[in-house]
């Protein structure tokens, strides 16, 4: 950390987050009080504010984390920083064309995380020659040593058949760190740094059970004195070298589409599809807006960007938690605006990017296509049916599930000016434009999408059960039962009032339908919306058990969200409210 910061890295000590300072990526986030430290030192933190790490009302906690200025992404959940460190060299490299360099420090612990590997392969695949990472090979993990211990020589092996150049060096040694980063690079650099944990301290020095431990203050006190006579009468102050002004100012507010959608009512469109004609729509009002994909582009048609835009569309292939952590990389400082996307279920193997991305304050966009049942012939395996129920616990999310072409457009032009994990849930099957081109669509308002004076039930569907529920209120009309359908639009935040209101005029009496399963998806939202309400009935139509292969329509109408069920379920609870009476 002496090395990096006060040789190596250039940046301002008083503007931690100058788009032109080399960035620094704590991996190991357990390590956070050396960083602290490091910034007291730099003159940015007052020294007595390290007394008060991890109290209530210090900015300094237990790992780190944005609301610290010096910090980009927050760590701690090992094996995602490296993947951060790389979308941001990815950004320096290719987006800003500028010289500011990454510095990532990992600890071994985390080196059996396979998300680490996803990020060497990645990292090597772009050759981002700006990416540092520094393994300190401690030896020790926090309850038993590490697989490889200090055999530093598999490490090295390991980095260079990943395409990196691995250089072993003395962790302890000043000179030989100074030496090896000062080396000209024409790959990513891996520093494997030997080190010995509480090395000068006897009683913890390469001794297992001091993982988050401070000394006690006894034995601390002597450490202290003997470290002082160390540095004693060194009068010198060490200051870091000024970045170079290279990075070009970026703006990223209030970025819209040049244009209306032009879509034509009736006209079929899956919103996959409309997903990726947004995209590019969007790409050409700004040049800092980013594409990542996890090889689906063509099924996800993220393809259409990188057709227009081949140099801002960054192919991640098959490591979702690596493109997460890549594009929480590209996102901070507010350099790009970011769409990831990806088949809906394939985000649940990276879920603790996600969570950690809105720790990390980020504000990326990610898009699930391919969710539900209706995807049909692919099976259980690819179909998203529990990802409303993922993003809807994360307390930064907004979830956007268009029902159409019209809806998919603004549900992009709306996620990159949102704050925050942005999730737009997307469908395979093609489905009837509803909606006129210039309705206004906006986070947490719902839209009446069918109704008259007098309904006798509220349905509330998203997506290909929308149309479900269109249709059964077509059917419905026939023997003079008349259905209300809304379209939500965000899952969260919902529009309760909407909902609500209109539920009171058909009798408190609900129908939600969703391509999900029944736990944590649209149904179990309206729940939680009306749970004060009295004279309420909520019945839930969802996908109750796994799934199987079968035709889009054979399998709505086996799990019973399809038209039909709609239709029986307004029936059975009209009957059940006359038999009330």
């Known amino acids: 950390m002496s090395v990096l910061f006060f040789h190596t890295m250039k940046y301002r000590p008083g503007s931690p987050r100058d788009p032109n300072n080399d960035r620094f990526v704590l991996s190991k986030g357990h390590a956070a009080p050396v960083l602290y430290a490091v910034w007291a030192e730099a003159g940015f933190l007052k020294e007595n504010e390290l007394l008060n790490l991890r109290k209530v009302d210090s900015i300094l906690e237990g790992h780190p984390v944005p609301k610290q200025q010096f910090v ?37 612990g985390e080196l059996s995380e396979g998300s680490v590997w996803e990020a060497m392969s990645f990292a090597s695949h772009y050759n981002l020659t700006n990416l540092v990472a520094i393994l300190d090979i401690n030896r020790l993990g926090q309850s038993d040593p590490t697989p490889l211990q200090h055999h530093t020589e598999k490490y090295q092996r390991r980095c260079e058949a990943f395409g990196w150049h691995a250089v072993i060096v003395d962790g302890h040694s000043v000179e030989e760190l100074c030496k090896v980063l000062g080396q000209p690079r024409h790959q990513p650099l891996a520093i494997i740094a030997k080190t010995i944990k509480g090395k000068g301290i006897p009683v913890a020095e390469d001794q297992m059970g001091w993982h988050g431990k401070p000394l006690p203050k006894a034995k601390a006190e002597s450490v202290i004195k003997e470290l002082e006579s160390s540095i004693f009468g060194c009068s010198k102050r060490i200051c ?150 993922m993003f809807r616990a994360i307390p930064t999310a907004t979830i956007f599930y268009p029902s159409d072409g019209v809806s998919t457009e603004k549900a992009v032009e709306l996620a990159a000016n949102t704050k925050g994990l942005c999730f737009i849930r997307t469908s395979r099957p093609e489905n009837n434009i509803i909606y006129n081109c210039n309705d206004d669509f906006q986070v947490g308002q719902a839209k009446v999408v069918c109704s008259s004076s007098d309904d006798h039930v509220t349905v509330v569907a998203a997506g290909v059960t929308l149309h479900e529920a269109l249709a059964a209120a077509e059917q419905l009309k026939k023997e003079r039962i008349n259905i209300r359908v809304i379209d939500p639009f965000t899952i969260k935040p919902l529009d309760s009032k909407v909902i609500i209101d209109n539920a009171k005029a058909t009798r408190g009496r609900i129908i939600t339908v969703e391509d999900h399963y029944y736990e944590g998806g649209l149904g179990e939202a309206v729940c939680s919306a009306v749970v004060n309400e009295t004279g ?42 006359a038999n009330a009476k």
């Open 72 to 108: 980009d992404v927050a760590t701690g959940s090992l094996g995602q920083g490296l993947g951060a460190a790389c979308g941001m060299a990815y950004t320096g490299k290719f987006f800003d064309k500028a010289s500011y360099r990454v510095f990532c420090l990992m600890g071994d």
């Open 240 to 389: 870091p070298s000024p970045p170079n002004e290279e990075a070009p100012p970026v703006s990223l507010s209030n970025i819209r589409m040049p244009s209306a959608p032009s879509y034509k009512l009736g006209e079929k469109v899956a919103t996959r599809k409309a997903y990726g004609m947004a995209l590019v729509k969007l790409g050409r009002s700004t040049d800092r807006m980013v594409v990542l994909d996890g090889d689906t582009k063509n099924s996800t048609f993220s393809e259409l960007f990188k057709k227009e835009f081949p140099d801002r569309y960054v192919e991640c292939y098959i490591a979702e938690q690596n493109m997460v952590s890549v594009a929480i990389g590209c996102a901070v400082r507010e350099r790009n605006v970011v769409f990831a996307s990806t088949f809906a279920t394939f985000f649940s193997r990276a879920y603790d990017q996600l969570r950690m991305a809105a720790i990390s304050e980020s504000n990326i966009n990610v898009c699930g296509s391919h969710c539900g049942i209706s995807i049909g012939e692919d099976g259980p395996s690819q179909m998203g049916l529990e990802d409303l129920a």
């Open 536 to 577: 309420f009935t909520v019945h839930r139509l969802a996908v109750s058990k796994v799934p199987r292969s079968g035709k889009p329509h054979e399998l709505l109408q086996i799990f019973a969200i399809d038209r039909d069920a709609i239709a029986q379920a307004a029936r059975k609870l009209l009957s059940g409210s």
